[in-house]
């Protein structure tokens, strides 16, 4: 359902329509005024999207790490702005003598 945004009274202001855009709050330059109109949303995941979560899900059991670019800090978890991926190797130190002291004490 839509209504009207009651902050700001429900208006948005610009100074030339066709070039600049619209904002919530009024300066005494602004010479255009509308009706801001504020739809309330409500998420149904269908099957497509479904499919691409599990996807996700998969690729993230395989071991990828992602980041913006190649020298930022790589993540485990992927987000709309990153670019590039990298295999996550994960090593386990193991003793090659089981009766051998611990190094790090």
């Known amino acids: 359902s839509s ?3 009651a902050e700001y009274g429900g208006f948005e ?13 009024e300066k005494t330059y602004h010479l255009h005024r509308r009706r801001r109109w504020v739809r309330n949303r409500k998420r149904n995941p269908d099957i497509k999207q479904r499919a691409v979560q599990e996807k996700i899900r998969e690729e993230a059991k395989e071991g990828w790490e992602y980041a913006r670019l190649w020298g930022s800090k790589f993540r485990s978890k992927q987000r709309k702005i990153d670019l590039v991926r ?15 002291e611990p190094i790090f004490t």
């Open 13 to 25: 202001y610009c100074l030339d329509q066709t070039v600049t855009g619209y904002v919530p709050v």
């Open 86 to 100: 990298r295999r996550l190797w994960l090593r386990k130190m193991v003793t090659s003598n089981p009766d051998a």
């Open 3 to 5: 209504g009207i945004n």
